[in-house]
T-cell receptor, first 114, second 115 residues
């Protein structure tokens, strides 16, 4: 029972490089989202998806792209990495988009931009 | 806009002490409230939730009551253990209309329990 799986766990990039953070869930959840966690700021929503083919922006979307071609996968793309994107990234999912449904989190990807 | 404020840490307690972590919120509509816990090197796990006023969420000896009159959702445990050492996040889910699950988090409170 894998739940939400994120890869890689750690990554170091140079400024200007691009990369994709992978997220997959095996619970047939409709709702998926990406958060970034920074010291003293809690977690902030980057992008979310209420189902395959549907994505929308969260609180801090600039510099990130997402797509949702299948129910299971929700990759996060950094187009041109900047030091301000150094953070820990968490993917989460829930059965649906309703506000009373708790979300299941992956173990995170720790990303450093030099 | 919606926001969550929780007490800053770290909170350091001795084993078997009583724990309170304060959380207050600002929201329009009828949000659901959550406490998540993050153990070192791991993702967040749901600890408990409450979806309407006066609901009490409870799990693993932790409790929190949804107080609409004071806009609070304080986390309590009567007797903490070393294994409770973690970061605790209070969060609300935008409840306007019910059909949205975007979480707004507090900054997190580090709890360290000493034997």
């Amino acid at each position: 029972n894998a739940g939400v799986t994120q890869t890689p766990k750690f990554q170091v990039l140079k400024t200007g490089q691009s990369m994709t953070l992978q997220c997959a869930q095996d619970m047939n959840h409709e709702y998926m989202s990406w958060y970034r966690q920074d010291p003293g700021m809690g977690l902030r929503l980057i992008h979310y998806s209420v189902g395959a083919g549907i994505t929308d922006q969260g609180e801090v979307p600039n510099g990130y792209n997402v797509s949702r071609s299948t129910t299971e996968d929700f990759p996060l793309r950094l187009l041109s990495a900047a030091p301000s994107q150094t953070s820990v990234y968490f993917c989460a999912s829930s059965p649906g988009a309703y506000s009373n449904q708790p979300q299941h989190f992956g173990d995170g990807t720790r990303l450093s931009i030099l | 806009g919606n926001s969550v404020t929780q007490m800053e840490g770290p909170v350091t307690l001795s084993e078997e002490a009583f724990l309170t972590i304060n959380c207050t919120y600002t929201a329009t509509g009828y949000p659901s409230l959550f406490w998540y816990v993050q153990y070192p090197g791991e993702g967040l796990q749901l600890l408990l939730k409450a979806t309407k006023a006066d609901d009490k969420g409870s799990n693993k000896g932790f409790e929190a009551t949804y107080r609409k009159e004071t806009t609070s959702f304080h986390l309590e445990k009567g007797s903490v253990q070393v294994s409770d050492s973690a970061v605790y996040f209070c969060a609300l889910s935008d409840g306007y209309g019910g059909a949205t699950n975007k979480l707004i988090f507090g900054t997190g409170t580090l709890l360290a329990v000493q034997p």
